[in-house]
């Protein structure tokens, strides 16, 4: 149920994006379209902190049992906490652009793909195939920062050199 969760919110990136490209009235150019995916990219990652720092605070036996993992309220709670930064980083990315969005990049693709080895060392280590240690979660944590990076790398490429139609 938990991983259902974070895949429909990875999934709202795109349908989010679309949506709004197409329901966008005046500047249809590429660097307007690339930033909008940016905007919906980073606010599914504050959406999925927000929902990770939940899981961790209020279900930490729930969410353990998902990772395959001991419950241990210190770990969880604090896991929960860098959760809740990606979760604020996320959602103010709505508002602040730019260089905010290369600071919010930076510390989701930190954050994403360090879980990401912890899990791969879990899975090595103590075989742990819980499907939150070995599921679709986890390829999320890899890919989010991959598409993140692309959409911030193309839109300062696109504002940089706009293309003159």
């Known amino acids: 149920m938990i991983e259902i969760v974070f895949i429909a919110t990875f999934c709202a990136m795109f349908i989010g994006g679309f949506i709004h490209i197409v329901c966008l009235k005046k500047d249809r150019s590429a660097q307007n379209k690339l930033k909008m995916f ?53 959602i103010l990315s709505i508002w602040l652009h730019d260089l905010f969005w290369v600071a919010s990049v930076i510390t989701l693709t930190i954050r994403d793909w360090g879980i990401a080895i912890g899990h791969y060392l879990e899975l090595i280590l103590h075989y742990d195939v819980a499907s939150g240690n070995v599921g679709l979660a986890v390829y999320i944590e890899i890919f989010h920062p991959i598409i993140a990076i692309a959409l911030l790398i193309a839109y300062y490429n696109v504002k940089k050199f706009p293309r003159k139609v």
């Open 38 to 90: 940016l905007i919906w990219a980073l606010t599914s990652a504050g959406a999925i902190g927000l929902e990770k720092f939940y899981a961790n605070v209020f279900y930490p036996e729930l969410y353990a049992k998902f990772l395959g993992w001991n419950p241990n309220v210190a770990w969880q709670f604090e896991v929960s906490i860098i959760n809740f930064i990606i979760a604020t980083l996320g």
